[in-house]
């Protein structure tokens, strides 16, 4: 206790350079936290849009299916066997149908993917309401990337060229029924939406999808063209990216922390060149060395305490605003194809902010230990004269 | 008297008889006009130096290539130019597909819906040059009308397919009615919307057969001028060795 007393009394007592030191602590405290509480909100928004838009519960892929080759989508479709057809009507399943295709809005080509999903399904967050039929037209809903890469807005016309089953190409022009604002790029980006019987009738593949999405009141089906594919799977590359993205963010708040840690062991190897006497004192008074080792080294490791409160004084308010506005994303990021709201909530978990003290108590701990292990070297006498050593 | 009354006798009957022979001389039907542009156009092989022009937004691309084929089944093209693209090979050899790249070092099979791919960045697709079936085999041909199309005569001949399994449902072919060669194809999807159309032109009769040097393609459903086809030299029957039409000709 009285190691812990005399190193906060040397700490204050060292006025300003303590204070930068854990200024500069504290920003790493204030940083790590902010990134990795971005991420985890990210992380926690991803996987929360992409199960609302596209996953559900999970999938039933057609087994020729490849969302990665798009060359294999004309032979991956298969028929609705009847058992999933009493689950499709209870919306446990949604069948959802995909071919290429091709739209030329303003008279430019661009290649898509056609997508045809029920009218009525609630499972998934899509506005398919909009796609119900209204005599003759052929109505399709497009997301906002899809919306601003065409040119296109609610109400527009345009020609759709696709080819059926045989590979016989038709066309016919199709009328943008809404435009949804979303964060999943991967149900939006290229992509046209059709009322699933529509979809069936134009590419001759009636009764028939590419993959289903399955709701909570799913019950298994043992069919060998169907293989379920559950979030674990979905949702791994999403992880992925994640994970790939912290590991990026944590370079830039490592070499803070390393800025700090630096400072620390600065201070510490120039307080025991410059406290040879209070060293050979305190080893005069009783101390033993290794007594006087850890009172300094609990003096580094204090710059870390000190820092964690600072940290607080300014981190918490700043922590609970953006925890209400949110971290506005750039629109840029946010089509790169990777789910991405505008604007991140940051999730701050419990471990994280006791990982991230322990993290920095440590490291800050382990610098003041590396240059006061040369007190034990010290000759008291020598270090009472204040001889340099 | 005599004579003349014989002469207007013979010149009335050789007038009704002309007459008959016209009434019923029946049209060519859709079928024998379609034989005919084959029997004009269909050799035992060919060898072609063409450049395709790609009409661009911005700019014009110019591809420079010379082509052997044996009748529709076998051919083999390299390009020349751009330097860009010389050395590029295009074998094909019974429905298979196969492109050497001089950059790579490799010959890779264009198959299933890669044929789908533009040429080069063309309007024309890979499957466009690999349909190598016949019209007639495919398509059910009808004699629908007349139209002159830059001064000539030519017969509308509207195809509708008899197979599923073809790229255009209806296709509309404008015929020289005296050279049989075709002047304009329209492709249409099932709905009957125009797709594509080829415009031949510069129409040249080499080796006794009428031939078009100039052809546009145009995806008509794009802006744009479409792709060029001139054929800068074309000899039809030559000495054709069989290595040409091999996978290791690629790689020469």
């Known amino acids: 206790m009285l190691a812990f007393k005399l190193a906060f009394k040397n700490l204050i007592g060292a006025g300003l350079k303590t204070w930068l030191n854990v200024l500069v602590l504290s920003l790493s405290f204030v940083i790590i936290i902010f990134y990795n509480s971005m991420m985890d909100g990210w992380d926690q928004q991803a996987q929360t849009d992409t199960i609302a838009w596209e996953i559900g519960q999970g999938q039933l892929w057609e087994k020729d299916y490849d969302p990665y080759d798009p060359y294999t989508l004309i032979d991956a479709h298969a028929p609705i066997s009847p058992e999933m057809k009493s689950q499709v009507e209870s919306d446990a399943l949604v069948p959802v149908l995909i071919t290429q295709a091709s739209v030329y809005p303003q008279g430019r080509m661009q290649n898509i993917l056609l997508k045809g999903i029920p009218s009525d399904q609630q499972l998934l967050d899509l506005p398919t309401s909009a796609l119900g039929t209204d005599g003759d037209e052929t109505k399709a809903i497009i997301g906002k990337r899809m919306a601003e890469a065409t040119k296109l807005k609610e109400g527009d016309k345009v020609l759709l060229r696709w080819r059926d089953k045989n590979g016989t190409f038709d066309a016919r022009e199709i009328t943008i029924a809404n435009v949804f604002d979303n964060n999943v790029p991967s149900i939006d980006n290229g992509q046209v939406w059709l009322p699933l019987s529509t979809l069936q009738d134009m590419t001759g593949m009636q009764d028939e999808a590419t993959l289903l999405v399955t709701g909570s009141n799913y019950v298994p089906v043992n069919n060998e063209n169907w293989t379920f594919k559950g979030h674990e799977f979905l949702l791994a590359d999403l992880k992925t990216i994640i994970q790939s993205k912290k590991g990026s963010a944590a370079i830039m708040y490592i070499l803070l922390l390393g800025i700090a840690l630096l400072a620390i062991f600065d201070t510490q190897v120039f307080s025991i060149f410059r406290r040879q006497k209070e060293i050979g004192t305190y080893i005069a008074l009783g101390m033993t060395r290794s007594q006087v080792v850890k009172l300094f080294t609990i003096e580094g490791g204090a710059h870390s305490i000190l820092a964690a409160v600072v940290g607080a004084i300014y981190g918490i308010p700043l922590f609970i605003y953006l925890k209400n506005v949110g971290i506005p994303i750039p629109a840029a990021s946010q089509n790169a194809g990777v789910p991405m709201a505008s604007e991140i909530i940051p999730v701050y978990g419990i471990s994280l902010i006791l990982s991230t003290i322990l993290l920095v108590v440590i490291a800050a701990t382990i610098v003041s230990y590396l240059p006061a292990r040369k007190i034990a070297r010290m000759n008291p006498t020598e270090a009472l004269k204040g001889k340099i050593q | ?252």
């Open chain 2, 1 to 252: 008297m005599k004579y003349l009354t014989i002469l207007l006798l013979a010149a009335v009957l050789f007038t009704s008889a002309t007459a008959f022979e016209n009434e019923n001389s029946t049209p060519l039907s859709g079928k024998e006009i379609i034989e005919k542009v084959d029997a004009n156009m269909a050799a035992e092989n060919r060898i072609i130096e063409s450049d395709m022009i790609i009409h661009g937004k911005r700019r014009d691309r110019a591809v420079s290539s010379k082509t052997w084929s044996i009748g529709t089944d076998q051919s083999f093209s390299e390009y020349l130019s751009p330097a860009r693209e010389a050395g590029t090979k295009m074998l094909k050899v019974e429905g298979k597909l196969w492109i050497y790249t001089p950059q790579t070092d490799r010959t890779i099979q264009i198959s299933g819906h890669m044929l789908r791919q533009s040429v080069m960045g063309s309007d024309l697709s890979y499957e466009d040059m690999m349909d190598d079936r016949e019209l007639l085999e495919v398509y059910d041909a009808k004699h629908t009308g007349e139209e002159v199309i830059d001064g000539r005569k030519c017969y509308i001949i509207e195809l509708s397919a008899k197979v599923e399994d073809v790229a255009y449902h209806t296709q509309k072919m404008w015929v020289d009615a005296e050279r049989f060669v075709p002047l304009q194809q329209e492709m249409y999807a099932k709905s009957g919307q125009l797709l594509k159309r080829t415009n031949l032109s510069n129409i040249k009769k080499v080796d006794g057969r009428w031939f078009p040097m100039t052809m546009i393609y145009k995806d008509v459903l794009k802006d744009g001028k479409g792709t060029e086809y001139r054929i800068t030299k074309i000899a039809f029957n030559q000495e054709i060795p069989d290595y040409i039409f091999t996978k290791a000709a690629l790689k020469k």
